[in-house]
């Protein structure tokens, strides 16, 4: 009898909340894909945010994923956005090898009137400010930051540009987020998260190919179509960007799939995926020592009934001291 090889989805595909680093050799592009499910959920479903400021989370967290598992030391990378609109802050960070936290901040009444007037894409509810990519490998070092400007760029483009402006390496970045409703086992109506993302850059051993046009100078002229961008990467870019956002999160497409769909022709091939985890950094140890480092009066007007309360806003876990463990002696 002859034994029949293996077929496209009957292998041991990596599943939600692993990253899958890839290759295409036949386009000299490298990369990331994920999807996240349950470490999504379990992020979002603590903050109960409104639907638009999860999705936004829910994008910045795919982003920090799709970064941060390409960290090669110990350390953590911060992405972080401030801006003046509704939701004033987002925050995540990929602590290595694989923690994963993050969370908003948002201002209730300006919400409303965003989200009654049908502003509710990400750069709406952003508005103007920054996005900070901070590095950490911990004591002793420097942090490395770079920024970019939030101008009403989608968090895909802006991540573009921060790859241009920092690392000048040629990539492409795109994230999906998708609400799903089905029915928990007991039948009753349950609200689920999904969102995948995929990061591609172009590597080529040549270091002259991966030059790239000119950034505008802001005065409106675009040279872009002037430029003679290399042709692979030229390939590659129109490939990812017909990737929908319904194929990045669907569970039932899978990281691989995708992958396969958008390069077999050149010849994908797929590494080890890395699992993440939705585990917060906090600890008593880590708060109490903050906690001692304040100034006296400090203490004392957080002191509430003998007790001072402290909750992590990243995982919502509350902890409670007795004054007496954080008075300076």
């Known amino acids: 009898m002859t034994e029949m090889a293996p077929g496209l989805g009957e292998f ?73 609109g509704p939701v004033d802050l987002v925050v995540a960070d990929f602590a290595t090898p694989d923690k994963v936290r993050a969370y908003a901040r948002f201002n209730e009444e300006a919400l409303a009137e965003a989200l009654k007037d049908g502003r509710t894409q990400s750069h709406e509810l952003l508005g103007k400010g920054v996005l900070a990519f901070t590095i950490d490998q911990g004591a002793h070092t420097q942090r490395y930051q770079g920024i970019v400007a939030l101008d009403g760029a989608t968090l895909e483009e802006i991540a573009g540009v921060y790859f241009r402006q920092s690392e000048q390496i040629p990539t492409k970045v795109r994230l999906g987020v998708a609400e799903l409703l089905d029915r928990d086992e007991n039948g009753k109506p349950r609200h689920r998260w999904r969102a995948g993302g995929m990061v591609a850059q172009f590597l080529p051993n040549a270091p002259e190919r991966m030059r790239q046009p000119d950034l505008s100078g802001g005065d409106g002229d675009d040279n872009e179509d002037l430029f003679d961008e290399d042709d692979l990467w030229a390939e590659a870019k129109v490939m ?59 203490i004392e007007s957080t002191i509430e009934d003998g007790l001072i309360k402290v909750t992590c806003e990243f995982c919502s876990t509350t902890y409670r001291f007795e004054a007496s463990e954080v008075r300076q002696q």
């Open 12 to 84: 041991d595909f990596a599943g939600d909340d692993h990253v899958v680093p890839f290759q295409v050799e036949g386009l000299d592009v490298r990369g990331r894909a994920v999807q996240l499910g349950p470490m999504l959920d379990a992020i979002l479903e603590r903050h109960n945010y409104p639907l638009p400021v999860a999705r936004l989370v829910a994008e910045t967290v795919v982003l920090t994923v799709l970064l941060g598992t390409s960290l090669k030391f110990d350390g953590k990378l911060i992405v972080q956005t401030k801006s003046d």
């Open 240 to 298: 990812v960007e017909t990737i929908d956002a319904d194929e990045l999160t669907d569970p039932m497409v899978g990281t691989e799939r995708l992958l396969y769909r958008l390069f077999h022709e050149r010849g994908v091939r797929v590494y080890q995926p890395q699992a993440v985890y939705d585990r917060c950094s906090c600890s008593r140890e880590k708060i109490r020592s903050v906690l001692t480092g304040l100034h006296a009066d400090d």
